[in-house]
């Protein structure tokens, strides 16, 4: 087996600055020293490559004890050919005189002599380091917050997109104004609450995908304002939103002595009040869920009152309703609203019919919901 021996110590600086750089940096940015540790090792091995054309380089790293040094391997041989990295047993043996020719000697290296390009190699590994811990930190703090509900400081309101530039803990979004509920009024400094739809890697990093208009982020701040949702006592089974205007929301109680509606309005209606607010004054109607597709279509066309609801003959999941006279076109609802949320939040295709099956001079005739 070949004899490692190494030679005599040149005079070097320890790493003492290295590793204070190294804490400094970890403190201030929260990229961990052990990961630029390891950062800083490969790019020494590359510079190494770069000006001696070998990899065989020991790096030895020890911040309790200041401790940095680089050992080249260097070939004792008889004759020299390749001076980067081959020794004459002669000169090895002035370092250790056991050397023999097939072992190798350990040459310490003064990191500061390497030449121009390999420190700029070296420099260029590190940095690459640093982005890719960045990286890594943020797509960690967005997979983290996926699917949730999150509290983001805008930084900063694009004036020609009307875009939001979001912090999200340690990492950055980006609201677009599509996403965003008409009724908003931001002001950098201000807090917004989002949800994260979902969490990417692209070429130009980790982006998350986040929305005030997604249905879910209805479905979280019930969660957040009611005990009974975030337990599982109650259940919402459904969502239908035109975000910034109205919503219905579907609720099942799983505890008989629990009344689902009542719980996620809350004493003197504090709860939904709350979700509201964060909406911007989004109206919100919560309906009772039922198995029942008639009872359930019934509650959905809420604040209308239903007579009736016939499903279709062929079995398909559509269905005619009749409702008072007078009612129609609040069952209908502005442009339709109403209606249309109905059949989203159901999942079937509305017919309304007013009860004397005749429409009134300023009632036009209903179109079929869906």
Known sequence: MAKRKTAPKPEQNDGHELFEALALLEAERGIPADFMTDRIKKAIVTACKNTYGTEEVDVEMDPAADKF???????????????????????????????EVGGFLRRRLDT?????????????????????????????????????????????VDPRTGALSLRIGKAEAVLPKGEQIGSDEVHEGDYVQVYVVDVRDTEKGP???????????????????????????VEIKAIAREAGSRSKIAVLSHDAEVDAVGACIGARGARVSEVVSALGGEKIDIVEYSEDPQLF??????????????????GSRACRVTVPDGQLSLAIGNKGQNARLAAKLTGWKIDIRPESGFYGEDEPEAPAAQ
């Open 69 to 99: 040094e680089v050992y080249l391997h260097v070939d004792i041989v008889e004759e020299v050919n390749e001076p980067g990295h081959e020794i004459l047993l002669e000169t090895a043996r002035e370092a250790d005189p056991e050397a």
């Open 297 to 314: 279509i019934a509650a959905a066309l809420a604040p209308a009152k239903v007579l009736s609801v016939v499903p279709a003959a062929d």
């Open 112 to 156: 500061k002599q390497f030449g121009r390009v390999a420190a700029q190699t070296a420099r260029n590994i590190i940095r690459q380091g640093i982005r890719d811990s960045e990286r890594e930190q943020m797509m960690d703090e967005f997979k983290t917050r996926h699917q949730e509900l999150v509290s983001a400081l805008v930084e900063r």
């Open 207 to 233: 982006k998350a995908i986040i929305s005030r208009t997604h249905p879910d982020l209805i479905r979280r701040l019930f969660e957040k304002e009611v005990p009974e949702i975030f337990d599982g006592t």
